[in-house]
């Protein structure tokens, strides 16, 4: 009986010490479509080195990585915006890790794409077609007097590309109109599948990091950032992936649409196993940046992040 009975206690401690154990390997990661490839990549690469070590990681979107984050649900959000004074109030501790974009999207099958790849869109145009709502035809832009409504769609959930989108044309989320859609996949299919529509999205729901092309059925409008009614060869490199994040890096696409992307949680991590990771994302990390299709952020960033990491 005593030795049964030393056999259950050994069985249910044992048991415990596991579970601890498996629960400080393991990272919970959740948030921001626009980060979801990068942590992939980088969760990949890092299991090969630390195989003890387990990632749970879901997408949904930049508010629900930041709720989750700051009411513990997971170790980490991924986040695709600035950090708010709201958000720093509430605790929220950050680290900065890559930068990518949001781009105004349509269909490739769109009727006036020709048009529109030659004359650009200004960010003003942009402006009085998702917030102000004063363009809402396509012949506003081409002087094409058949009538051609515009289809605007916009994201549905709580999300960084949204809130970045807006603060490029001077709102916020809530001010952008459009048909709401919730994801960055869902997003760029609905586009691709409307002739007439018109959104934005995440580079890496537009181009294939592998070819560096664009996917099938989505197409980008150019900015026309001097407002002079045409595409320069300083403003033309959307049609491989290269150019882009080549434009991006040397701030010729303007930020924001370009953004830095985050890692939240409830002030700075407890786990080690977590802070490992971070660590280990900022330095040897780095070197998978660019072949997942980011660009990398500046030394003097990476440094201030790694300090921030080690207080």
Known sequence: MRKLLFILIFAITFSACTSDKQKQNT??????????????????????????????????????GMTDALSQTVDLGMFSREISDEEIKQGVWWVGLCIDAVLPTISEDNPYFDILKARGITRNELKEIFIDKTITDWSQLIENKKNSPIEIYTRSDACGAAGTWA???????ENLTGTGVHGDPALAE??????KSIGYNNTAFIY???????????????LDLDGNGKIGQNEDFYDNFDSLLEAIKNDVYPSPPARELY?????????????????????DGQKFIKEAGYVPIPQDKINKYLKKIEE
Do not use: H
């Open 27 to 64: 990272i919970s990661i959740s948030g921001a479509f626009a980060l979801y490839p990068m942590t992939i990549k980088w969760s990949e690469e890092y299991k090969k080195i630390y195989p003890e070590i387990r990632f749970n990681i879901s997408a949904g979107g930049a508010g629900k």
């Open 208 to 222: 294939d990091i592998k070819t560096g092309k664009k996917y099938s059925g989505i197409e980008v409008i150019p």
């Open 190 to 195: 609905a586009i691709s599948k409307s002739p």
């Open 263 to 283: 890692f939240v949680s409830k002030g700075k991590p407890e786990k080690q196993a977590t802070l490992d990771f971070i660590k280990w994302a900022l330095t």
């Open 167 to 173: 603060k490029y044309l001077g709102g916020k989320q």
